[in-house]
């Protein structure tokens, strides 16, 4: 086996596996834990090996079934779903790490099918990522959706009802998409990518193409849950199991800019998204309503959980602020902000996952002295929090100060004005939560304290808790090495 058979090995093992645990959890429960384990490492270290692979040897094409391009599927992998393709395998890992507690304290009847799940939605982002065809695209994002749903649906008073919305805004989001890839069938008869990327530069004047990209974007958005068509996200995420909050906060909507990225600088050209149409400066506007909804909103939460969120559809508009400036210091910023974000994100959700196990309340005003029960997690959240911020050295601020420059480049003041203002707004919410954990003891304004028995979680929750704010603070410090060894690589020749 060699690195030219990883791209489909990396969906199928996960995709077999996710099938298998049912049938040794009707024997073995306690293997369904292990295997899943196993299976996600294995789609980590291949994943490791495939974009040094692509890195040293240029881009990887695998053809299923042997049948040649546009007729046949081929998976893809070049240095900008390479990267994204390790992020999603590597944070998956983390968070089925901590799964195991989690399930077993919220549902253990259910954990058999939690895993199975769990599988199936990383399987589908994994595909998502990997997939050089339009339609198998679609196949992948139905597939991660679908698990998503069932996922969400576990969780708390209020969950299924949120998982219901969530379906019916993901049913729109995906069958936008569908129609996106029908009307660009009918006018290229095609629906590989790199096939679709020398067809359609001569294509561009027509209207069925023009249909066909704004049902991209709007199905995409949706996905993605760019503002105005967030309104699923914020009780999807706040009502979902801690484990699968903290799994799906971090990649489903990564995963939805990389594909937004994809389409729009790839499959059709970039200067049709940034130059013919007025589609990146409309994606501007959008970006710059995101982050200011994002954080007002946010200010107004008392509910951690659901703050965070909000915080969320704000780091989504980050990502699109970048794209929508059309040049390569915000193409950068956004590529780099997929890393950052997915690793803030997971850190903060799963701080949240992690004080819940402990009995600990969501409520912010109910954190009083939570460092001196649970230091490392508390100290967990203070560097997630200061990286969201964009304080140096996290990583948070490299990729904020990538998208500042592409407003400079664009003479975008107004969006670099509310970049800026974004980041005191976050201040405001951060240092809220900290001064409550640190600063007020557990008998202030009546509260009782809590006895003494809370400590910090479980070691299988609070390792890769303290990996990934370790990643929050090393890939600030190594984020020129990021950018110059892989992101670079990944921006379209277009911005070169």
Not at 73 to 98: H, M, Q
Not at 426 to 442: D, H
Not at 450 to 469: C, F
Request: net charge positive; with cysteine; glycine share 8%.
């Amino acid at each position: 086996m060699n690195e030219i058979s990883f791209p489909i090995l990396i969906i199928v093992v996960p995709l077999i596996s996710a099938f298998f645990i049912i049938l040794v959890g009707l024997l073995r429960r306690d293997l369904c834990y292990p295997l899943m384990i196993l299976t996600l490492s294995f789609s980590t270290l291949s994943s490791i090996s495939v974009l040094k692979e692509v890195l040293w040897g240029g881009t990887i094409h695998y053809r299923l079934g042997g049948w040649l391009p546009p007729w046949g599927i081929e998976y893809v992998i070049d240095p900008l779903n390479g990267f994204v393709l390790l992020i999603v395998s590597a944070i998956s890992l983390l968070i089925g790490i901590t799964s195991k507690r989690m399930v077993e304290r919220e549902f253990p009847e259910k954990a058999t099918f939690f895993y199975c799940l769990f599988l199936l939605q990383v399987t589908g982002l994994l595909g998502i990522v990997v997939t050089g065809d339009l339609f198998n695209l679609y196949v992948f994002l139905e597939i991660a959706s679908i698990a998503g749903y069932a996922l969400i649906a576990l969780g708390e008073d209020g969950a299924p009802f949120a998982s219901f919305n969530y379906m019916i805004y993901g049913t729109v989001g995906a069958c936008f998409y569908l129609l996106g890839v029908g009307y660009l069938y009918i006018a290229t008869g095609s629906l590989n990518m790199a096939d679709l990327a020398q067809i359609l530069p001569s294509l561009l004047s027509s209207k069925v193409v023009l249909i066909a990209f704004a049902f991209f974007m709007v199905g995409i958005a949706i996905k993605m849950a760019l503002f105005p068509l967030h309104v699923w996200l914020p009780d999807a995420y706040t009502y979902a199991p801690s484990a699968v909050s903290s799994l799906v906060a971090p990649l489903t909507t990564k995963v939805g800019a990389y594909v937004m990225i994809r389409v729009a600088l790839t499959v059709f050209p970039p200067a049709f998204f940034i130059e013919t149409l007025p589609a990146a400066l409309m994606l501007r506007w959008i970006a710059n309503g995101a982050i200011l909804f994002g954080c007002i909103l946010a200010l107004a939460q008392k509910d951690l959980k659901r703050m965070l969120g909000y915080v969320l559809i704000a780091e989504i508009g980050y990502i699109a602020l970048g794209v929508g400036f059309g040049n390569r210091n915000g193409l950068t910023g956004a590529i780099l902000h997929i890393l950052n974000d997915a690793l803030m994100m997971a850190c903060l959700f799963l701080f949240v996952g992690a004080i819940t196990y402990q009995g600990w309340p969501r409520k912010m005003d109910q954190l009083r002295g939570l460092h001196r029960k649970m230091p490392l997690t508390a100290a967990a959240f203070v560097i997630a929090g200061l990286s969201v911020i964009g304080v140096p050295p996290t990583c948070g601020f490299f990729s904020k100060w990538y998208l500042v420059l592409g407003a400079i480049d664009s003479k975008e003041w107004l969006s670099m004005a509310i970049l800026l203002a974004s980041s005191l707004f976050n201040a405001i919410l951060f240092f809220r939560v900290i001064e409550k954990a640190y600063f007020e003891s557990g008998k202030e304004h009546g509260m009782v304290q809590r006895t003494m028995e809370i400590k910090e979680s479980p070691l299988t929750i609070l390792l890769p808790l303290l990996v990934l704010t370790a990643g929050v603070l090393s890939l600030g410090l190594f984020s020129g090495k990021i950018i110059s060894g892989i992101i670079r690589f990944a921006i379209p020749v277009y911005f070169k």
